[in-house]
């Protein structure tokens, strides 16, 4: 299976954020923030080496959801997709064209989350240096990205698996 030029993207992010931690973490004072409030203001703070759980977590998350999207394609009957019984009425070669659709959503919806988890980490950085005193107040744009593009999926998904069926009509 081909990976999609998503997936690159999102790899490329991943990259940059290790890239963004590296060069960063010898410039941090001791103590940085470890987690910010609802509000945005700074909750606790640990030492400096904290900066690197980010992008470990980031990393993990990355390679399980690639991971279940090559399960997906081998499982496919396993998915909880919508329409998931005309899906599993329609011939291979459309099965197949639902899900490149679905794993380009999924290599989105990584690409976000990295950048979501890079925002965090360059907003730690600033807090850290006394750049800025917490998260910015856009912060809160960000859960609803992340909840425009699982709708949107959802939606999109449904869609294929009907566009898919009419064609096979």
Request: hydrophobic fraction near 55%; proline fraction near 5%.
């Amino acid at each position: 299976m081909k990976i999609s030029g998503y997936w690159w993207l999102a790899a490329a992010i991943l990259l940059l954020f290790w890239l963004m931690t590296a060069v960063a973490y010898p410039l941090l004072p001791e103590r940085v923030p470890a987690h910010f409030g609802p509000d945005g203001q700074v909750t606790r703070w640990e030492y400096r080496s904290v900066v690197w759980q980010l992008p470990v977590v980031a990393s993990l998350l990355m390679m399980m959801i690639f991971g279940l999207t090559r399960l997906a394609y081998r499982y496919h009957d396993q998915l909880n997709l919508p329409n998931k019984e005309q899906f599993l009425k329609l011939p291979a070669a459309a099965r197949q064209q639902v899900m490149l659709r679905m794993d380009a959503h999924l290599a989105g919806l990584a690409t976000v989350t990295l950048a979501v988890f890079s925002w965090i980490q360059w907003n730690v950085y600033q807090t850290a240096t006394t750049a800025s005193a917490g998260l910015a107040a856009g912060f809160w744009v960000f859960p609803v990205l992340l909840t425009a593009q699982v709708v949107w999926m959802l939606l999109d998904i449904g869609r294929e698996v009907a566009r898919q069926t009419q064609r096979t009509l």
